[in-house]
């Protein structure tokens, strides 16, 4: 096996409704995108003009076209679309946005609209050579709430990866770093910071490289937000891909992540995780792998001593992939779940449930599509001791128009609490359980080759299965209405060759 070398009833039916209709307007692109394609002489409105991407370079270590034989228990993804040789470049941005918030407050109850703006700028890097890759990241600025108490906060996301290659495998080192004011799923469908997810692919770069996978047991799971709560979010990771024969490879990674909120007053539960993973790959065809894969899970909960827990995960894995259009991967097995608490807490206890993870990427002439599902264990979010989290999510992209280009992102996490007994102050210890979605849609538009602007408008809905307050106004779900206009510039990407 040869590897690349980088690389109440009415709201759920309400949401059911939203979910049905995001996947017949995706049908209904994709149709549209398969009769263009028939037409042959007829009259199409171009695609949206691409970023500026540099002049072809020779590269020392080029990756291949065939993209299939990436492991299906790594936790790279293969890119969709043409192959593009990677590039050495830095690139300079900044951004700016204005948007209408209905809850900025730090509870259950809205706070109406108010203005909030950001400012933020960015960099990222990418550095080939004959055997290695060096990519990184960052975005940063500061938000302006004029109604708050502090009335400015900051903002701050790096990814990093080093990998080094060798001719039948690669190492590769990561790290994720965050400072956002709330958790990172759903956050990246308000469209701004340009970015939506803030990282290399939000700009549409050609020949980038970084962010192209990470899932499953390998994210921090942090899910839901009651408005805004700084957090430090961490992870850093190693991984090793080494192919034993033509058909057959292993994969081997390790990393440690830590959420921390700074305002310890809010009464939310800081966690730190160890996470590792091996997986035995066999190549049944050239589109076909399946796997076998272990995970290992700790977490803790270091404001809250004598409480932690061990998951064992088993997961068989089947991958099937067709370069630049497709990719689906389907995974399910046991999943053993230890609780070592002290007395206090109720003690040690085990159980043994089920994890999953189905994932179908596809590209269109004109449209892409991706709709995930996974199941394991997250560490809780901040309002429980460990959580068992089921979470959804559809994206689909595509030109409007000439010049327009649209986004839509939904998401939905079911969150079952693990450790009974305690949870944040925030809400109630009866509390066992609770769901969040958001609906998210975007419209960008070049302004000339360095800027673009862009329209985005998203809902957050987050419901508890119990009381969610002690006093009055009391609500057991909350509620966010986020809209935004915002101006991106990018600066044209000088070649570091």
Known sequence: MSFPKQGGCEKQRG?????????????SWAQNDSGQGAAGNGQQNPAAPPAPALAPAPAPSPLPEDTNNYPASGLDQPPLGPFIPARSFVMFGAHVSEALDSDVGNDFVSSGLVGVTRAMGSVMLQKTGAHSLTAFDYVGGVIFYPSQDPSIAQIHQFDGEQKFMWRSGQITFRDQFTYLPEGAFGFGAYGESGASTLGLGSLNFLGATLGTGLGGIFTLGEFGSLGQQSRIDNLGIVDLNQSLTKRSAIT?????????????SAGFIDSNQIIAQVGYDYQVTRKTQIALVYGFQQFQYPNIPGSSFITHVGTFMYSHRISGRMDLRLGAGPEVTVINNSALFGGSSQRITATATASLRYRFPRTSLALSYDRYNT??????????SDIVRFSVSRPLTRVWTGTADVGYSRNEQIEPGFVATVIPSTTTSYQYVYAGATAQRPLGHHFDFFLSFQFDD?????????????????????????????SRPYRLD
Not at 462 to 488: D, H, K, M, W
């Open 252 to 264: 081997l990674a390790g990393g440690y992540g830590l959420i921390h909120f700074t305002d310890t």
């Open 15 to 27: 949401i059911r409704v939203l979910m049905i209709i995001m996947l017949a307007l995706a049908t």
């Open 379 to 388: 560490s809780g979010s901040g309002f429980f001791l460990g959580a068992t």
């Open 462 to 490: 987050q419901l508890f299965n119990s009381t969610a307050c002690v006093t009055v106004p009391c609500n057991i779900e909350s509620q966010r209405y986020v809209g935004a206009i915002g101006l991106n510039w990018h």
